[in-house]
């Protein structure tokens, strides 16, 4: 055992303890970033002037008009930046564009004494364009070959030759839709200049680091003169990874250059259209099966729709590729990736960050083909999971691929599935209008960023004389318990109470240099870096205790606040008189810790290497009920084991995994993100961009049974304490309720019947999905999806 | 005509607390004017009532007790509709030092995660905690051992939970304690609607004090926008910035809030919320009775009336198809006089009605006895708090095997509600049987002109319709062989 993931005992990790904020989110006195204008002076409130258009050239703006609004102050354009006109990390994301992008895309800004003025002198703004041709599909970039960034090819083994032997070869196309974040709260930021013209952004954002560096580019300032803070966000997802940079740089500029604060803060249908959202992607693959259900050969090229600019659509891709394996071993895989360029809202980070959609391709790739074989979907899936001496198409050995096998084998068995399935069976004999289908379906996902330098992190902490401890560290927190983790990892550490801990919000100034809280590794990176602290600190004080107790100091021990020897007649001294006692010694009470993974390697131009520091594991157990009149269904029931590790948390963990199979469950069944594709005057824009239209998983998506379980003796030597990450992974256990609606509509049909469905599986997709498995059986008319058509060539079975 | 005098200041009572209302535009929302003061714990999510993160709790008239704390959408509100009203929010239920019993389950049981939602979780779980008939019974999915109904929460949206934890927290409160002061106020009379007359900038708020005043208003001021619970009325000034010079409120008229169920006909008055009607009701009209969990969600029931449903005349409204199933007809008043128009020709044009600029509707009349076979359909992509793409209403008749009337009224389907003529001739005087129905579902998928949109597209839409038919035959003959 290592000694990072080494726990003592009584150790506060490993607790249920609910989130450290909880008192304050239920009587409304947690505060996020807009909660502060009203404790801040003379605020200036900035509304944008969006474009009408996809793509225009902008011929003339007028802002004049604006200023005869009452309450108009300044209205921010392009001429008024002093540093770099952009907003991204790829210098392609202009802040004040001279050609517009999207439907929606931000010309200027206008700051105003109120909302309401802001809002008017935008309306005031008078802007002339030149419509220009604009590509709205992945489809349509794809025929104009319109790609941007850095394509990637992925290959291990003879494809072709799998495939020229494979006794059964499908080929298939697939395209599915993007998800938007919907955080509750909406991108916010609070700028102001301190004394000596020092700029302090308060800002709902991941990536404090980047926002600051963003702000320092627009502004031509260094870094050291921008602080940016996160007191917490309403949600993030992904989708505050990147985007804040451009709200929290206009607030800024705005507040230089009036000398007064500047709130920004989207409402709900400007953070639709202008921020951005899951990638949507196309794929088009060969799969090849031996007579045993084993999946031998791969080929798949998969298109991310990358919207209007890169953003993080590189490592999105990346990872997509690296997942398009899921849990299964494909001997011979080859991938084609590439970035399409539409003009639409620039698509980003969201939970799995491009994993969900790799294994997207390969989960619906087996969901057609196992009827078409003959399996039993579950039966297939199961044949084809890692065993332990596999490694993955990018050459990485899957260690602890067992979990796998013990996860599955306790979902089956805990969750009755093989009785529940003859249910299932009996009850679909007697009901001719209403199906039911179980579905079982893994997860693997690697954690670590691709990207191997961000794979670092920094923490504070501070021993103050009277005992008590103020911890800092670089990562943000969303809703997902990273602070809460944190606090216990120190508690941990020193072996005090959690009582005696307390954290400071996260901001720039404190830890520098910090990475995105992204990729599922705030726990992972900052708890190391925050036990490193602790222990250092720890170290000084065994020093001081020892020279007290009249012992080796690596006979100290530090539980619940007390110091003590090992022996058990050990006399006892607390934690405080150590403290003070130090202090008078001068002792330094205070460290910084940091942190780096070790052990991993990327060659992102070969795609081969081991970017990731352990695989996180999952399975999950799907039972729906689908209304053959209507395609409506109901999730009656939702088995999950998932791999946690040694859980820091639990009651934290049990939410990400409940929070993230429920979303994910969103994106692949109810979620709909309809842009207008049409030749019409509103070409591009969205049409699903409130909540009124885009509908999130409610009350009534909650699985109606849903049992969690985190998976036992799962100890991960190469992190904190034992424990995994677990912010994205369970967002890709909901593979199984799309999984099962797909065989329910099959059970409409004949036995046999393979059924293409959509994505997101909506009541109508899945109504026509059922429709033309009924038509296979009767014959009966039918209609045709809305949706885009897919070719399916069927079995070339020789 | 009488216009009210304001001889006290405009003030809400916010937990506890007078506060004055003056100096506030007309258009200022609840939520806006409670996060200025510094009451920052509701939040806006969405600004149109889908959310619930900016959830209040106001004292309003009760069923079972004089009053009842009721959750609604503070984005939707104008704040100048509170004046001289109670209203509790997150930060007036407890303190992190004292816990409200609601915020106490929410917090330890994982509840709250991101928390950005959570404040209006908590009240609108404090409303359902506070309902006096909530008592204790055997549970199903919608309801816990303790009597929550599930439905309190289903405007509410949670981006982190996923829910069950919400839910464990709702079906684990218990009663209130003696000395719970909330619980108390329940028993004494809610604050009377006060007559308000606030300017602002130009704009007028006012709440005439009866029927007349505001009968003689609409006519000197047709423009008047007239506001009930203002879900409707609040999304536009949200999110088309739609400023009425004059806004006139009407929700706590006393004529416009008759109920009464006589021998012929039962008489709804049009500011009866859904919620108030749901209860009033009590299952009396089954149809009605399957509508209202599908109408929304609890919190915009607790505002959104019935006069305002069909006033607004839009073509996807969840209760003209019922109603017009139910044969309703409409009580119009103005200052000329008062008339009584059929549902079934009130609807003329895309959101244009039959009522003049100077009408206001005064109530709605189901006429009696009601039809044996009735039920509502309501298609959406989610079933709490979503807007149909297609609705139907039936109201059906079968004497000796023989359909002897049919009343079919759609929604979603066509620029304006309408009844479903061809369908219903092709039903009457047709054996009540498979090949029947079949042939007139082939009829109904015919019905109306459905559109391609974003909610659903026009071939779905017809089938749909067709579908419908089928499946009110299938839950006539085995209630519980059709998912609900």
Redesign the interface.
């Known amino acids: 055992m290592s000694a990072l993931s080494q726990r003592p005992q009584r150790a506060v990790v490993g607790l249920p303890l609910?989130?450290e904020?909880?008192?304050?989110?239920?009587?409304?006195?947690?505060?996020?970033t807009?909660?502060l204008v009203?404790?801040t002076r003379d605020v200036l409130h900035a509304f944008p002037v969006q474009s009408p258009h996809a793509h225009a050239r902008i011929l003339s703006l007028k802002v004049k008009p604006a200023y005869d609004v009452p309450g108009v102050v300044r209205v921010l354009t392009g001429e008024d930046v002093p540093g770099v006109n952009d907003a991204g990390v790829k210098h392609d994301e202009p802040l004040f564009p001279d050609e517009v992008m999207f439907h929606g895309h931000a010309i200027c800004w206008v700051l105003a004494e109120t909302l309401?003025a802001a809002?008017l002198g935008a309306?005031a703004v008078e802007v002339e364009y030149e419509p220009l041709p604009s590509l709205v599909t992945v489809r349509e970039a794809i025929a104009a070959g319109n790609f941007q960034g850095t394509g990637r090819h992925l290959e291990s083994g003879d494809v072709e030759g799998a495939l020229a032997a494979a006794p059964h070869v499908f080929s298939g196309e697939f395209e599915f839709a993007g998800q938007e974040?919907?955080?509750?709260?909406?991108n916010a930021a609070l700028a102001l200049v301190d004394e000596g013209g020092q700029i302090f952004v308060q800002s709902s954002t991941q990536h404090p680091s980047e926002t600051q560096e963003i702000v320092a580019h627009v502004l031509g300032v260094a870094s050291h003169a921008v602080t940016v803070q996160c007191l917490?966000?309403?949600?993030?997802?992904g989708g505050k990874e990147m985007q804040p940079h451009g709200f929290a740089a206009i607030a800024a500029l705005g507040a230089t250059l009036t000398g007064r604060p500047v709130r920004l803060r989207l409402?709900?249908?400007q953070d639709i259209t202008m921020t951005g959202k899951r990638h949507g992607f196309h794929s088009e693959w060969r799969a090849g099966f031996d007579d045993d259900g084993h999946l031998v050969a791969l080929d798949a090229t998969i298109t991310a729709d990358g919207g209007w600019s890169l953003d993080l659509s590189e490592p999105v891709l990346a990872r997509a590729m690296c997942h398009i394996d899921n849990s299964y071993w494909i001997p011979n895989v080859r991938v084609d990736g590439r970035i399409a360029r539409t003009n639409k809202t620039s698509q980003t980070a969201f939970r799995g960050f491009g994993g969900p959609q790799g294994m997207l391709v390969v989960e619906d790739l087996l969901g057609r083909c196992a009827p078409l074989l003959g399996y039993d979907p579950m039966e297939l899936r199961r044949r084809n999971l890692y065993q332990s001496q596999h490694s993955t198409p990018y050459g990485m050995p899957v260690r602890h691929a067992e979990r796998l096998e013990a996860c599955w084998g306790e979902v089956l068995e805990r969750g009755g599935i093989e009785q529940r399935k003859a249910e299932i069976d009996a009850f679909n004999a007697t009901?001719p209008?209403?199906k039911r289908a179980i579905a079982m379906t893994p997860v693997k996902f690697g954690i670590s960023f691709n990207l191997t330098a961000f794979n670092q992190a920094g923490a504070l902490v501070h021993v103050y004389k009277d005992g008590s401890v103020l911890i800092n560290h670089g990562g943000t927190e969303?809703?997902?318990?990273l602070h809460t983790k944190m606090l216990q990892v120190a508690a941990t550490c020193l072996g005090v109470p959690l009582s005696r801990v307390r954290l400071a919000p996260t901001r720039t100034d404190k830890v520098p240099n910090t990475s995105a809280t992204a990729a599922s590794s705030g726990a992972d990176l900052n708890g190391a870096a925050i036990k490193n602290a602790c222990e250092q600190i720890r170290e000084r004080l065994e020093q001081v205790a020892a020279g007290k107790l009249g012992i080796n100091p690596k006979d100290v021990r530090f539980v619940d606040g007390a110091v003590r020897g090992l022996s058990f007649g050990s006399d006892t001294l607390s934690w405080d008189e150590v403290v003070l006692a130090a202090y008078f010694q001068r002792v330094q009470l205070w460290a910084a810790g940091f942190y780096r993974t070790e052990g991993l390697h990327w060659d992102a131009n070969a795609m081969r290497g081991e970017p990731f520091k352990y695989f996180a594991y999952g399975v999950a157990a799907a039972e729906v009920?689908?209304?053959g009149?209507?395609g409506?269904y109901?999730l009656r029931q939702v088995d999950i084991v998932h791999d946690v590790g040694d859980s820091l948390s639990p009651?934290?963990d049990?939410?990400q995994i409940?929070?993230?199979?429920?979303?994910g469950a969103g994106w692949l069944t109810?979620e709909?993100l309809?842009w207008d594709e049409s030749d019409g005057p509103h070409r591009g824009r969205l049409?699903?961009q409130?909540?009124?239209?885009y509908?999130?998983?409610?009350?009534?998506?909650?699985?109606?049974v849903?049992n969690v379980r985190l998976l036992e003796k799962a100890h991960e030597d190469g992190a904190v304490y034992g424990s995994k990450a677990v912010g994205e992974p369970p967002l890709m256990l909901a593979f199984s309720v799309r999984e099962a609606l797909r065989q329910a509509a099959a059970a409409f049909g004949p036995a046999g019947t393979s059924v293409d469905l959509p994505s997101p599986a909506?009541?109508?997709a899945v109504?026509?999905a059922l429709?033309r498995a009924r038509s296979n059986s009767d014959s009966r008319s039918h209609?045709?999806?809305?949706s885009h058509s897919r070719e399916f060539v069927g079995s070339e079975g020789r | 005509m009488s216009t009210p005098q304001t001889l006290r200041a405009a003030a809400v009572k916010v937990n506890g607390k007078d506060t004055r209302l003056d100096g506030v535009p007309v258009h200022t929302t609840l939520l806006d004017w409670l996060r200025d003061r510094g009451l920052t714990g509701a939040k806006e999510g969405c600004a149109e009532g889908e959310c619930g993160a900016c959830s209040v709790l106001v004292a309003r008239p009760g069923i079972d007790s004089p009053t009842e704390w009721t959750a609604v959408n503070a984005c939707l509100l104008p704040a100048a509709a509170l004046d001289g009203q109670e209203i509790i929010t997150s930060e007036g239920l407890g303190s992190p030092a004292e816990l409200h019993p609601v915020q106490e389950e929410m917090a330890v049981r994982g509840g709250s995660q991101c928390g950005f939602c959570t404040p209006g979780f908590v009240c609108s779980m404090a409303a359902e905690y506070y309902r006096p008939a909530r008592t204790p019974c055997a549970g199903d999915h919608e309801h816990g051992p303790n009597g929550f109904d599930l439905h309190a929460l289903s405007g509410n949206l949670c981006r982190c939970t996923g829910y069950r934890p919400i839910r464990d927290a709702a079906y684990a409160l218990g009663v209130p304690e003696e000395n719970d002061a909330l619980a108390a106020r329940r028993s004494s009379p809610p604050p009377a609607a006060a007559a308000t007359r606030l300017s602002f900038d130009g704009a007028e708020f006012l709440r005439p004090a009866s029927l007349d005043d505001v009968l003689g208003l609409l006519a000197e001021r047709p423009d008047a926008r007239i506001v009930a619970g203002s879900t409707d009325v609040g999304v536009e000034v949200n999110l088309r910035g739609v400023r009425a010079p004059l806004v006139v409120a009407v929700d706590r008229l006393a004529e416009l809030r008759e109920f009464e169920v006589g021998t012929d006909e039962i008489r709804i008055g049009a500011a009866l919320t859904l919620s108030e009607l749901e209860r009033l009701l009590d299952g009396r009209v089954p149809l009605l009775g399957q509508l209202f969990p599908q109408f929304a969600s609890r919190l915009i029931r607790n505002g959104a009336t019935i006069g305002g449903n069909l006033g607004t005349g839009s073509p996807i409204g969840d209760t003209p198809p019922a109603l017009l199933a139910l044969d309703a007809s409409l009580v119009l008043a103005s200052h000329r006089g008062e008339r009584v128009v059929a549902l079934s020709d009130y609807f003329t044009g895309y959101r244009e009605t039959l009522k003049a600029p100077d009408e206001l509707i005064r109530a709605v009349l189901i006429p009696l006895p009601l039809a044996s076979m009735t039920a509502f359909h309501k298609i959406a992509k989610r079933r709490f708090d979503d807007i149909s793409s297609v609705a139907v209403g039936y109201a059906v008749e079968v004497a000796d095997g023989v359909v002897s009337q049919a009343r079919i009224g759609l929604g979603g389907v066509a620029a304006t509600p309408l009844r479903a003529h061809a369908t219903e001739d092709a039903l009457i005087g047709k054996p009540w049987t498979e090949v029947s129905v079949r042939e007139a579902a082939a009829v109904m998928a015919s019905e109306g002109t459905p559109m391609d949109d974003h909610r659903a597209s026009a071939s779905y839409r017809s089938a749909m319709l067709g579908q419908s038919l089928l499946r009110f035959y299938a839950q006539q003959l085995s209630p519980e062989g059709v998912s609900a």
């Open positions: 609910p989130h904020s909880a008192a304050l989110h239920v009587t409304g006195q947690a505060l996020y807009d909660d009203m404790r309401e809002r309306a974040h919907f955080y509750l709260e909406t917490r966000m309403g949600g993030g997802f409402n709900r249908t009901h209008d209403t969303m809703g997902q318990g009920e689908v209304d009149f209507t409506a109901k009651l934290i049990l939410g409940e929070g993230g199979f429920v979303q109810l709909d309809r049409a699903t409130a909540a009124s239209t509908k999130l998983p409610s009350f009534s998506e909650m699985p109606e849903f909506t009541p109508e109504y026509w429709d209609s045709h999806s809305h």
